[in-house]
């Protein structure tokens, strides 16, 4: 199987390997790549949190840990890395899904919202209002939104929690935004 996936999260597996989760219209998917932190690896220098590829993977006879054959590189999405804010808003938005989705369940809405967060995140500095936007629709998608109640009140209770890093992240972004007045 192949499609076009964006790297959310990344660790390690055995001495050389990784196990890379990807978001896709296929769904979130785990993967190991075998032998990917050798230098010598047909993987290496094209597996990092954030980067978008176009990635083939063998599915897995058992369980939800697919064996990830080939990778190319479409964007290593360099800008998300240039600023602290982007950073935190983009690894936030990974772990909302991450939490929010279940593995190996097609979510080509989900995924084109993601690439939509990225594409903005790359061109824009984060603000509060982007990152409550986000939440909307994450919850709109999950058809879950409610027109009176903030979106991540929603997630909140629908999921049990959101990620740890959402507090951090809007006081930092108030607080640059303040800096800007």
């Known amino acids: 199987m192949n499609a076009d996936a964006t790297v959310l999260k990344l660790y390690p ?12 219209g296929e769904g979130i998917i785990r993967t190991a790549a075998k032998g990917a932190r050798k230098q010598s690896s047909p993987f290496a220098g094209r597996l ?5 590829c176009r990635m083939q993977w063998t599915p897995a006879k058992k369980g939800d840990l697919h064996t990830l054959t080939t990778v190319d590189l479409i964007s290593p999405r360099l800008s998300l890395r240039t600023d602290y804010c982007r950073l935190s808003a983009a690894g936030y938005f990974a772990r909302l899904l991450l939490q929010m989705l279940e593995p190996d369940t097609p979510i080509p809405e989900f995924y084109d919202l ?3 967060a990225y594409t903005y995140l790359e061109k824009n500095m984060p603000s509060v209002r982007a990152v409550l936007h986000f939440e909307q629709e994450l ?3 999950h058809g879950i939104s409610h027109p009176g109640i ?13 990620p740890p890093q959402r507090e951090r992240l809007l006081k930092e972004l108030e607080r640059q935004s303040d800096q800007m007045k």
């Not at 597996?13 to 896709?24: A, M, Q």
């Not at 990092?48 to 978008?52: G, H, K, S, V, W």
């Open 150 to 162: 903030p979106a991540h009140v929603i997630l909140k209770s629908h999921f049990c929690k959101l």
């Open 48 to 52: 990092d949190i954030f980067y978008q």
């Open 114 to 116: 993601l690439q939509r």
């Open 13 to 24: 597996l055995g001495e050389n390997g990784l196990i890379v989760v990807w978001c896709s």
């Open 139 to 141: 919850a709109r998608l």
